[in-house]
DNA sequence: GAGCACTGC
């Protein structure tokens, strides 16, 4: 990256640089760009030595006579007054600097509302293809009254004369099957390939057999898909439909994108870490690739931010087709959100014309209760009441049950679906007119001080509040009831929900930058850059785990470890088990512990069962990485059996979805030359491989049952379903801390403290492991 | 002795 010019005056001397680099090397052992430039930055705002001290001291560094000097001396070589350059990466208050405003917008074209009925989230299965007309023919004739139809010549001239164009269009003007095929007829496709990037699979797959068939060629040709674990591509493929992972996945391997003439990255409003991290490297591709196009398309108007970052790139308008939402607010604010909404839902039943209902809530448990009680409700009502059929949605439901919510419901009869999030922009719901927002979701924090997650209830945004609000006005106008008051909408909600990048652990992310040869990842090009701690957390562990060397450069092992799609944590786990003989073993438990916490289910009614089921695997007290494997071992026995999974109470979806990871982890150990190798009955050796990955994540026993983690000091606890809940070893390893009602440990493993030592000696001593 | 919103590689 070349990023580094423009910082005008404050750019400070290489003399300077050496010498920080050399006291921080002295210090912790550790030096890189980013942590010089960081220091750097500390003594340019501080105020004094102790200002420094304090600020370092802050971040996470001990106190020492040497940190002391090193405040001192930085202070005194460092000038010292408020910098004049911009500062973007830091303070980002007030984004609208107003003057660079699309050229554009005064082009901008609208044509008349079309009310037909095709949709680019689409579903591809619907049986409603009329008899009379080719399937073909009603294609075509979706095509031709999409909004976006006749836009087609002026937005094929804007792309031609701009570099990056950004395209807002609302779900349903077309864009996403449209502009693909616009850019193949007008020849983009003979440069190289179209690229389109989805946030999700599902979406990558139905939108490529969508334009297939509209293209009438077969799925995998000239048009295709590629998303993880699938590949619907061949050499003849040139629209190119895939989730926004893969195409940075591809990035490694090809960083100048040679093989694509364009790149349209839709739906980028949803913000994902991949499509932010795309937006930084994408710009800096196109600086020095004139020859490639990016298309950013967002379905928010307020799109004056992605101008602003792409240098102005100019704003292309599509009108969509949208019926009126009408929006209701509670005159006073609501006591009890999960009451009101339920009494909501009886409210709108009894006196509203028909139409299905959606409410949006935040988890499993609270719509499980809400439906208990809607159930008592409606059982007192009378017999001249319609039937009110109550319906459930999120992800972890089971996918038969999930398939209820789009069942036919007796005539006469209304729906009301109670859903999470899921509900908002990953499904739709055909038949809504009536919403009913409470305004609240579980939204996942990560402070990096401590690197501990949270899932907390969180108020929602006004931009997720009126894309809630739209799902009622899909197919009709459509009402939206909002449990708040009109005022509180306006005053108490922010504008836009942070963006991922910014709430989430980057340690994976940092590797992946390094390796595209990413220098100082402070002065990234991020749109809405995360903190300087959270990037400095991720490099020091990644310099931790033997990934990136003494001066912030990826190492052999860094590389090895970027060949897998995991947590930089887990693939150094994959990498040491060579040493350790039992790659084989540790693939599986990677693939246990990547596909999360949804592997044991504990129905209503069942827990005792269920848990008992679970701790047959623990059998020896081996712990939950072992136990893990032990799943997956059984379940591979039984030839990978169904019946096994409900027997034991296991989610099939989940094991089904390690077995998927396991083998793409078995395919690519041999890439980065490591054997595939079991050691069954060496536990120790695979307790080793693990304690290589994760011996950051170490904790010793203390009074009471409490734990004590050993290098950055905080009480946690073992989680209650936990193998090893009641046995209390007195040195463990543990795969995540997650903050619920306490700190608890997740996947907790015995650990001998020697080994601590023997695996880390940069980052552990003696004195750290010796038992008090 | 307790709870997983949603994605993705």
New binding site residues.
């Given amino acids: 990256m070349s990023g580094d010019s423009k910082s005008g005056e404050w750019e400070c001397n290489d003399a300077l640089k050496t010498w920080v680099s050399n006291r921080l090397l002295a210090l912790l052992g550790f030096s890189s760009p980013e942590f010089v430039e960081f220091a750097i930055g500390l003594a340019k705002q501080a105020t004094s030595a102790a200002d420094v001290v304090g600020k370092l001291e802050e971040y996470g560094l001990a106190f020492s006579d040497d940190l002391y000097l090193f405040a001192e001396e930085i202070f005194s070589k460092v000038p010292w007054k408020v910098s004049p350059r911009k500062q973007k990466t830091y303070e980002n208050e007030d984004g609208t600097t107003g003057s660079g405003k699309a050229v554009f917008e005064d082009q901008i074209e609208f044509i008349k509302e079309s009310m037909l009925k095709v949709d680019d989230e689409m579903s591809i299965e619907s049986p409603q293809i009329s008899k009379a007309k080719s399937k073909l023919e009603t294609l075509h004739e979706d095509w031709r009254t999409l909004p976006i139809y006749a836009h087609r010549d002026s937005l094929l001239k804007a792309i031609e004369e701009h570099q990056v164009l950004v395209i807002v269009g609302e779900t349903g003007s077309g864009k996403t099957t449209q502009i693909p095929q616009y850019l193949h007829e007008a020849g983009y496709t003979k440069r190289g390939k179209v690229a389109c990037t989805q946030?999700?699979?599902?979406?990558?797959m139905s939108v490529a057999a969508r334009v297939s068939q509209e293209m009438d060629i077969k799925l995998g040709h000239e048009v295709g898909y590629s998303?993880?674990?699938e590949d619907c591509t061949s050499e003849k493929t040139v629209l190119k439909y895939?989730?926004?992972?893969?195409l940075?996945?591809e990035l490694l391997g090809e960083p100048d994108l040679a093989s694509y003439s364009v790149i349209m990255v839709d739906e980028a409003h949803e913000r994902?870490?991949?499509t932010d991290v795309l937006f930084g490297l994408l710009k800096d591709i196109a600086r020095f690739r004139k020859d490639i196009k990016i298309l950013i398309s967002s379905a928010t108007p307020d799109a004056s931010k992605f101008s602003d970052f792409f240098d102005c790139a100019p704003i292309y308008r599509i009108s969509g087709r949208r019926y009126p939402v009408e929006i209701q607010y509670t005159k006073a604010p609501v006591a009890d959100y999960l009451d009101a909404a339920i009494v909501a839902v009886l409210q709108i039943h009894v006196t509203q014309p028909p139409g299905d209902i959606l409410v949006f809530l935040?988890?499993?448990?609270?719509i499980e209760s809400a439906e208990e009680i809607l159930k008592h409700k409606i059982s007192g009502f009378g017999s001249e009441i319609p039937e009110l059929v109550i319906c459930k949605i999120?992800?972890?439901l089971p996918a038969e049950l999930q398939a209820k919510i789009f069942q036919p419901i007796p005539i006469g009869s209304r729906k009301v679906v109670l859903a999470?999030?899921?509900a908002e922009a990953?499904?739709t719901i055909d038949g809504i007119n009536y919403v009913i927002d409470p305004g609240f979701?579980?939204?996942?924090s990560y402070n990096p001080r401590t690197g501990m997650e949270s899932?907390q209830v969180t108020s929602i945004s006004k931009a997720s509040a009126d894309q809630r609000a739209g799902r009622s006005g899909r197919t009709g106008p459509g009402k939206c009831f909002r449990l708040c008051t009109a005022d509180s909408y306006k005053t108490k909600l922010d504008d836009n929900t942070p963006p991922?990048i910014q709430r989430t652990n980057l340690t994976?992310v940092v590797l992946s930058l390094k390796i595209l040869g990413i220098q100082n990842l402070l002065n990234f090009d991020f749109m809405d850059p995360p903190s300087n701690e959270a990037l400095l957390k991720a490099l020091e562990l990644l310099f931790a785990l033997g990934a990136l060397n003494k001066l912030g450069e990826v190492t052999k092992v860094g590389r090895q470890m970027a060949g897998f799609?995991?947590?930089p944590m887990l693939s150094k786990m994959i990498v040491a088990s060579d040493k350790y003989k039992c790659s084989d073993e540790v693939i599986s438990i990677a693939a246990m512990l990547?596909v999360?916490?949804?592997?044991?289910y504990?129905p209503k009614g069942e827990?005792v069962h269920a848990?008992h089921a679970r701790m047959s695997f623990h059998t020896g007290n081996v712990g939950d990485h072992i136990a893990l494997m032990n799943v997956y071992n059984s379940w591979r026995e039984t030839n990978y059996s169904t019946q096994w999974c409900y027997e034991n109470y296991i989610q099939v979806r989940s094991m089904r979805r390690a077995r998927d990871i396991r083998d793409q982890l078995e395919r690519l150990i041999e890439r980065v030359e490591i054997e595939l190798t079991g050691c069954p009955n060496d536990l120790q050796a695979i307790k080793k491989a693990i304690t290589s990955g994760f011996f950051s994540h170490s904790a010793r026993l203390q009074n009471y049952?409490s734990y004590r983690t050993v290098k950055h000091p905080r009480i946690v606890h073992i989680?209650?379903?936990s193998g090893l809940?009641d046995n209390f070893p007195r040195w463990v390893v543990y795969h995540e801390v997650?903050l619920?009602?306490?700190e608890?440990m997740r996947n907790v493993t015995e650990l001998k403290p020697q080994w601590l030592v023997e695996i880390a000696p940069h980052y552990y001593q003696m004195k750290d492991v010796e038992d008090a």
Wanted: glycine share 6%.
């Fill in positions: 946030p999700r699979r599902f979406a990558a998303i993880r674990f895939m989730t926004d992972g893969k940075l996945r994902t870490v991949s935040t988890g499993q448990e609270e999120f992800s972890n999470t999030n899921i990953s499904l979701c579980k939204m996942e899932l991922e994976s799609p995991l947590d990547s999360g916490n949804s592997i044991f504990r827990q848990d049952g989680h209650p379903s809940a997650v619920t009602t306490k608890y």
